[in-house]
């Protein structure tokens, strides 16, 4: 799903009219039809506002469900993670870093002994 598609699909799960949303984000009636027809991408001010005016992170606009952010199985993780002492969360970091560079290197060498 798209960026209009998403604008589209938010605003009428909130009960929101075009004429509505376009009223509290502060865009022309006409160009919020230009946005959730895909034949105009507003700016980031303007996602800004769209955002605001949805009560919505700018996120959730952007990017489609499994675009961004960890996936469900290491949410929880991360989040109890941010709870850390800064000494404990550099050691995690140091530890994901080791690890995903080996996850890399490991895939740069299969890659490479296919050619």
């Known amino acids: 799903m798209d960026f209009s598609e998403r604008l589209g699909k938010i ?18 009636l006409v160009q919020l039809c230009r946005y959730e027809a895909g034949t105009s991408q507003p700016t980031l001010e303007v996602i800004r506002r769209l955002a605001i005016a949805l009560s919505i992170t700018t996120d959730m606009l952007i990017f489609g469900k499994d675009e961004r952010g960890p996936d469900d199985d290491l949410r929880l993780q991360f989040e109890a993670i941010s709870k850390f002492a800064p000494a404990e969360k550099q050691m995690i970091m140091e530890l994901l870093d080791g690890l995903i560079l080996k996850q890399e290197a490991r895939r740069w060498s299969v890659l490479h002994s296919k050619t």
């Open 11 to 28: 605003r009428k799960q909130r009960g929101l009219t075009q004429q509505v949303l376009s009223e509290k984000a502060k865009v022309s």
